[in-house]
């Protein structure tokens, strides 16, 4: 083969490939649709991650039917204190975690326990008690713990009745019992387990 036509053909072959891994229906290269189903963009509050915590950062995420739930929060372990009537005193209200606020995330309207809840970004805060617990969801969503806590903020509050469970050293969320539009949610942390059941709306 002669050397022009091989330069020829080589570069036939580059502008075919050049085509092609520039043609918008790429999967390669599509933009991700960073938006939810009802068409907003979550913008849960960052968390510092700068340096490593004693309490690392978490998120877990769930679908429930078309919309996707979405968990944010610090992670702290028991280390051997007690947690519950101790660390965190029961009648007051705590961060449902560590540093910043515990983050709870809806794109659509849903209903939390049967009762409706807007969509939005909340911060999620409980009141712990012997008995029944109360689950906060608070519109300020980005706060440092529960220092700056205004019950007026409120969206939602759940009385839930907490379960014994097996020691659990980390704090963490949980997503279990799913049906095509439903699941619970949990915390878990030292020996107590605070589920709650998210309807989808859609």
């Not at 659509?108 to 809840?117: E, P, R, S, Y």
């Not at 109360?134 to 700056?148: E, P, T, V, Y």
């Given at each position: 083969?002669?050397p022009?036509?091989?330069?020829?053909?080589?570069?036939?072959?580059?502008?075919?490939?050049?085509?092609?891994?520039?043609s918008?229906?790429?999967?390669a290269?599509?933009?991700?649709?960073?938006?939810?189903?009802?068409g907003?963009t979550?913008?849960?509050?960052?968390?510092?991650?700068?340096?490593?915590r004693m309490?690392p950062?978490?998120?877990?995420?769930?679908?429930?039917?078309?919309?996707?739930?979405?968990?944010?929060?610090?992670?702290?372990?028991?280390?051997g204190r007690k947690?519950?009537?101790?660390?965190?005193?029961?009648?007051?209200?705590?961060?449902?975690?560590a540093?910043?606020?515990?983050?709870?995330?809806t794109?659509?309207?849903?209903?939390?326990?049967?009762?409706?809840?807007?969509?939005?970004?909340?911060?999620?805060?409980?009141?712990?008690?012997?008995?029944?617990w109360?689950?906060?969801f608070?519109?300020?969503?980005?706060?440092?713990?529960?220092?700056?806590?205004n019950?007026?903020?409120?969206?939602l509050?759940?009385?839930?009745?907490?379960?014994?469970?097996?020691?659990v050293?980390?704090?963490t969320?949980?997503?279990?019992?799913?049906?095509?539009?439903?699941?619970?949610?949990?915390?878990?942390?030292?020996?107590?387990?605070?589920p709650?059941?998210?309807?989808s709306?859609?």
């Amino acid at each position: 083969m002669k050397p022009y036509v091989a330069l020829t053909i080589c570069w036939a072959y580059f502008v075919l490939f050049s085509a092609c891994t520039n043609s918008t229906d790429s999967p390669a290269l599509s933009q991700p649709d960073k938006k939810s189903n009802s068409g907003e963009t979550a913008k849960i509050p960052p968390r510092d991650n700068s340096d490593a915590r004693m309490s690392p950062n978490a998120m877990i995420a769930q679908n429930v039917g078309k919309t996707v739930i979405t968990i944010s929060y610090g992670r702290p372990g028991v280390k051997g204190r007690k947690i519950f009537g101790g660390l965190e005193a029961y009648g007051e209200v705590w961060r449902t975690g560590a540093n910043e606020s515990t983050v709870f995330s809806t794109p659509d309207d849903v209903l939390v326990n049967g009762q409706l809840l807007k969509k939005g970004i909340y911060a999620l805060f409980v009141i712990p008690t012997e008995t029944e617990w109360i689950l906060i969801f608070n519109r300020k969503s980005d706060q440092w713990g529960a220092f700056n806590y205004n019950k007026n903020d409120d969206a939602l509050r759940l009385n839930i009745r907490p379960e014994q469970i097996p020691s659990v050293e980390w704090m963490t969320f949980s997503f279990d019992q799913l049906t095509e539009n439903s699941a619970v949610a949990a915390l878990s942390w030292e020996t107590m387990r605070l589920p709650f059941r998210i309807e989808s709306t859609r």
